[in-house]
């Protein structure tokens, strides 16, 4: 099946730093990717959707200048947690989706997650 | 509303079968999907069923869609242990978003 990476897979930062998060599809174009942030024994809460070449569109209660989304082309998205604080600490989860002709075909694959912890 | 609702822990013995169970509400779906997660993993699609089946099987697992109910299982004959994992349940009502559940745990007895 299709790949998708994350990069870092751990990351420990700071209070007050930025972290980068990013997301790549290996063996497709994807020209929208998801990420997904959960916490512990919950399930996933879809914070953005991304489309390659435009704006993100973030879900309610999600902030957008917290949390910066970058689609920057078809086989990179990227997540950045600005002036992070403990209470962002989480696992983050992106998805592609392909870009099958039939829509309703298209499928979302998930990578293998990025668990930021902010000291 | 959208919501998914499935039970969150089972445990079963190696070699029997287990089944996890899902409802959800937007009859809508086109798609209903099953996710497993691993410890400290990522999603890795399981299967799938389109809304205008019955039942899908692949292997060891047994897709079952009851549309009237909303109602939508997941069967893994011979249960290993490896197949202990959080499994999650979702749907896919547009085409943006799909809806996950709470994932079940499923727990191996030896």
């Known amino acids: 099946g299709a790949v998708v990476s994350q990069h870092p897979s751990r990351v420990i930062c700071k209070s007050g730093t930025s972290v980068k998060i990013e997301c790549r599809s290996l063996?497709?174009?994807?020209?929208?990717m998801f990420w997904y942030r959960q916490f512990p024994k919950k399930s996933l809460m879809l914070m953005a959707t991304?489309?390659?070449?435009?704006?993100?569109?973030?879900e309610q209660g999600v902030e957008k200048d917290k949390f910066l989304i970058n689609h920057a082309s078809l086989t990179l998205s990227t997540l950045t947690v600005t002036s992070a604080h403990p209470e962002d600490s989480s696992f983050y989860i992106c998805?592609?989706?392909?870009?099958?002709?039939?829509?309703?075909?298209?499928?979302?694959?998930f990578g293998p997650g990025t668990r930021l912890t902010v000291l | 509303g959208e919501d998914v609702e499935q039970s969150l822990f089972l445990s079963v013995r190696e070699g029997d079968s287990s089944v996890i169970n899902c409802t959800y509400t937007?009859?809508?779906?086109?798609?209903l999907y099953w996710y497993k997660q691993e410890p400290g993993a990522g999603l890795q699609l399981l299967t799938y069923?389109?809304?205008?089946?019955d039942m899908k099987q692949d292997q060891r697992l047994t897709v079952l869609l009851n549309k009237k109910d909303k109602h939508l299982s997941l069967r893994i004959a011979d249960t290993q242990t490896g197949d202990s994992a959080i499994y999650f349940c979702?749907?896919?009502?547009?085409?943006?978003?799909?809806?996950f559940g709470k994932g079940t745990r499923l727990h191996i007895l030896p």
């Open positions: 998805s592609a989706r392909d870009r099958g002709i039939v829509q309703e075909h298209r499928t979302q694959y």
């Open positions: 063996d497709f174009q994807a020209t929208t």
């Open positions: 991304s489309n390659e070449g435009s704006k993100a569109t973030y």
């Open positions: 937007d009859s809508s779906s086109t798609y």
């Open positions: 069923i389109f809304s205008n089946m």
């Open positions: 979702a749907e896919r009502p547009r085409d943006d978003k799909i809806i």
